[in-house]
C-alpha cells in the first residue's frame, strides 16, 4: 500500500515562499502524474499544480508564475515551490499521485493527509 507523507508548510508573512514535499512510500509500478491540491477557507478543494510523467504541468490560474511543481520520479517525490505567497494562499495543501498499482490494472489515485499553509499579511 502507497502512503504519501507531505511536509514543508508552516507559517510564512506574504511574499514569502514555501517548499513544499511529499515522500511516498510502497509500490507503485507506474506513475501518470503528479499533483498538489489545496483546501482553502470557504473553499471547496481545488487542484492547485499538476506534472505528467511527460514534464507537462498544468496550474490553477491564481498560482501561475509564483508556483512550481517539480517531481523526483525515482523516489515517487512530488514538490511545490511556493514564492510570493498571499494570504489567499493559506490552507491545507494535498498532495496526490496518479498511478497504476500493477502492470494492466486501473490507475488510482492516491493521496496524502495534507500540510497546513498559512500566510500572514
Known amino acids: 500500500q502507497v502512503q504519501l507523507v507531505e511536509s514543508g508548510g508552516g507559517l510564512v508573512q506574504s511574499g514569502g515562499s514555501l517548499r513544499l514535499s511529499c515522500a511516498a512510500s510502497g509500490s507503485i509500478f507506474s506513475i501518470s502524474a503528479m499533483g498538489w491540491h489545496r483546501q482553502t477557507p470557504g473553499k471547496q478543494r481545488e487542484l492547485v499544480a499538476i506534472i505528467t510523467t511527460g514534464g507537462g504541468t498544468n496550474y490553477a490560474d491564481s498560482v501561475k508564475g509564483r508556483f512550481t511543481i517539480s517531481r523526483d520520479n525515482a523516489k515517487i517525490t512530488v514538490y511545490l515551490q511556493m514564492n510570493s505567497l498571499k494570504p489567499e494562499d493559506t490552507g491545507i495543501y494535498y498532495c496526490?499521485?496518479?498511478?497504476?498499482?500493477?502492470?494492466?490494472?486501473?490507475?488510482?489515485?492516491?493521496w496524502g493527509q495534507g500540510t497546513q499553509v498559512t500566510v500572514s499579511s
Open positions: 496526490n499521485i496518479w498511478g497504476r498499482p500493477f502492470p494492466g490494472g486501473p490507475s488510482r489515485d492516491y
